[in-house]
Nanobody, 116 residues
C-alpha cells in the first residue's frame, strides 16, 4: 500500500535551518510529482513546494521562495525540503503529499517550530 513518512522536524531558532525528508513506498515513485504542504494552528493547509517526477522542475510559494529548496532522490524514493533562514511564521506541521491512481496520499506530518 502507498505510504509517505515525513521526518526531520524540530525546534529551531529564527535564522536557522532544517532539512525535512519524505520517504515513500507502495507506488512507482519516479513517476509522480511530490508536494510539501504546511498547516499552522488556526490556518488552512497551504502548498509550500512541488517537484516534478524527474526533479528538474520545482515551484515554491512566494513566502518561502529563495529560502526553501526541494529535491528528490528517485533511487532512495525520498524527497527533501531544505529550509534556510527560518522565520517564526514558518512554524507549522509539514506534510508530504502524492497523487497516485486518482487518490491523494498524505503522511502524518512533522512539526517545525521556529522560536527563540
Amino acid at each position: 500500500q502507498v505510504q509517505v513518512v515525513e521526518s526531520g522536524g524540530g525546534l529551531v531558532q529564527p535564522g536557522g535551518s532544517l532539512r525535512l525528508s519524505c520517504a515513500a513506498s507502495g507506488f512507482i515513485f519516479s513517476n509522480v510529482a511530490v508536494r510539501w504542504y504546511r498547516q499552522a494552528p488556526g490556518k488552512e493547509r497551504e502548498l509550500v513546494a512541488v517537484i516534478d517526477s524527474t526533479g528538474s522542475i520545482t515551484n515554491y510559494a512566494d513566502s518561502v521562495k529563495g529560502r526553501f529548496t526541494m529535491s528528490r532522490d528517485n533511487v532512495k524514493n525520498t524527497v527533501y525540503l531544505q529550509m534556510n533562514s527560518l522565520k517564526p511564521e514558518d512554524t507549522a506541521v509539514y506534510y508530504c503529499n502524492v497523487f497516485w491512481h486518482l487518490s491523494n496520499y498524505w503522511g502524518q506530518g512533522t512539526q517545525v517550530t521556529v522560536s527563540s
